[in-house]
Every structure is written in C-alpha cells, then in structure tokens.
C-alpha cells in the first residue's frame, strides 16, 4: 500500500502542472482582462483614477481643447504612458511564458501573489472564506450521505412495494428541483420572505456573537446553517439514493446471497455481514469526491441567496473580473484538494473491504 500510495502522490505533480499549464494557456486567450477592465474603468470616470494606477497626485482644472495639454483628454483617450503603467501594474508587461514561470515559482513556496482588485495576498482571501464554504460543504454532504444510505437500502430490500413508489416520487423530486431554486424556496417560506422569520437570512453567525458563551455560539453557528445545508441536501441526495439502491439490489441477486439464503442465514444477517461490505464499496469510496462537488461546485448559488461569503462567491467574482491572481490561486488549491481526496477515496476502499490490495494491481 505504501508504495502505491507513492506512485500516486507523484502523479499529483504533472497533474497539477498540466491543469494549470492548459487553463494558463485558455486565459490568454479569452477577451478582455485585468488591463483592458482597468482602462475601461478610467475612461468611464474620465481619467480620475490616475493617482491608483500612476500613485501621483491628479490636478482637476477646466476643460481644454482637444489639441491642447490639459486635464480633458477628450476623445484622444489615455495617454500611451499610462497605460503601459497599468500594464506593469498588473504584470502584464513580461511576455506569457516568463509570467507563467513566475506564478509557479512562487506556488512552491504557497505563494499565489496579491489580488489585482482587492488588494490582499490570495491565500489570505482564500483562508478567509474557507470556513464558510468547508462548513458549508461538509455537513451538506454528511446529511446526504445520512439520509441517503439508510433510504438507499430500504428501497432496495422493499424493490416494488409501496415504501419503494412513495419514497420514489421524493426521490424524483430532489433530482429535479436545483439546490439553489429550493434554497430561494425556503427563505420565502422561513426566512422572512412572505410568510414567517424562523431562521436568520444572512451570514454564518449574528453580529455581536462573539461575545455570547460558547453554547450559545455553537447554537447560533447551527442555527444559521440550516438553511442553506437543507437545500444542498434537498438537491443532492437523490443521486447517491438510487446509487445505493442500484448497488444493493446488484449484490441482492448473486449466487452468495442465495447460496446463504440456503445454508439458513437470517437476512438480516445476510444484508449486513455479506452484502453491506460489497455494495457500500461505491458509495463509500465516493465520499471525498462528493464532497469536493458540494464545496466548489453545488454550493456557489446558494451562498449567494444566503449572502454567504465563501469560496464559491469568490471565485465566481474573480472570474468576472478577470482577478487573475486569484482564478490560478483557488484553482490550484482547488485541484490539489480534489487529487488528495481521489487517494483518500482510494484509501476508503480497503477500509471498507479489507481484501482489496492495490499492490497487486498490473
């Protein structure tokens, strides 16, 4: 297992260089970014902003004539000097290759450079908003698995009856309603929007909580989190639902569970000792990677809805603004996280099934 475990750690260094080289290379090439933002932003507010880009002081004087040397640049646009100094700013002044090269000297060390836009080194920001997205994150994807495991296998051992049609149409509908069309669902219901107030809109936390006692913070936290975890559970566990049923009914119809069947096995017995320990290989094993969906990917909407300032909100506002710094910073991260949980999956396997040896894997 060690050296499997090696090989695998080993992959997750062309891995991330290619990932990063290959969206380096897609980013040169989409229109707009950082410098022509900038540049837009200036002449939209008529040249005001010089003194961020230059750091010198700006005089304002009555408008001039187009030909003449004043502060009304008219419809000459900005002065060439200037905005090869907001290339510089932004870095843009070495060629592609040399800044690619840059950026990945400095993630050796963890250094992922200052946000073009907030003005904060990016693994501040991202350390920022990690708990709210890992709070976020985790206790969806646990209840998911809590609700979803124990409904998987009723509908699996009642196949037809009339548990397994009624739990189908909740099934049908968590598959077909989005999280974040729930989550809007639920504030108009309890979060003031029309009806009652029960739980908070907004935030992971009431002001002033940090002076409550530590009960009553904890208490507070969950109070907050009920919401929003409701509505990615609502949307994601009917996936992992029928996977679990698919899964034991598979195990259900092979030859060991008759052949116990006959030696006088109870099923009880039979469903918990010989078909739990195959069937769960799947799910378990899908655990890091359900988690990783939920984090970075389920849960951007809804941290909007909730005004939840967390990974997603942020990296959806970098893309926007073409923040670059942070873009390659969270994606980075992002895929590092994502390779380790793909080996914690696999570390799950012979947790779950004990005769799995990945050493003798060819």
Partial sequence: MGAYLFRRLLLVVPTLFGIIAINFAVVQLAPGGPVEQMIAELKGKGGNLTERVSGGSSETGPAQPAGDSGAYRGRRGLDPQLVLEIRKLFGFDKP????????????????????????????????????????????STLLVYLVSIPLGIMKAVRDGGRFDLISSLFVLVGYAVPGFLFAVLLVVLFAGGSYVQWFPLRGLVSEGSQDWSWPA???????????????????????????????????????????????????????????????MLLIVAGFPSAFISILFTSALLVEIIFSLDGLGLLGFES???????????????????????????????????????FEARR
């Fill in 217 to 279: 913070r904890v208490m507070d936290y969950l109070w907050h989190m009920v919401l929003p975890t409701t509505s990615l559970v609502v949307g994601g566990f009917a996936t992992l639902t029928i996977l679990t049923k698919n899964c034991f009914l598979e195990e259900i119809r092979k030859h060991y569970v008759v052949t116990a069947r006959a030696k006088g096995a109870g099923e009880q017995r039979i469903l918990y000792r010989h078909i739990f320990r195959n069937a």
């Fill in 96 to 139: 592609p290759l040399t800044r690619f090269w840059i950026m990945l000297k400095g993630y050796l060390t963890l250094d992922f450079g200052r946000s073009f836009f907030r003005d904060k080194p990016v693994l501040t920001l991202v350390l920022q908003k990690m708990p709210v997205s890992v709070s976020l994150g985790l206790w």
């Fill in 319 to 357: 893309a926007i603004r073409r923040d670059y710094p942070v873009m390659f910073g969270t994606l980075y991260i992002f895929t590092l996280l994502g390779l380790l949980m793909q080996i914690a999956g696999d570390l799950l396997y012979t947790v779950v099934d004990p005769r799995i040896d």
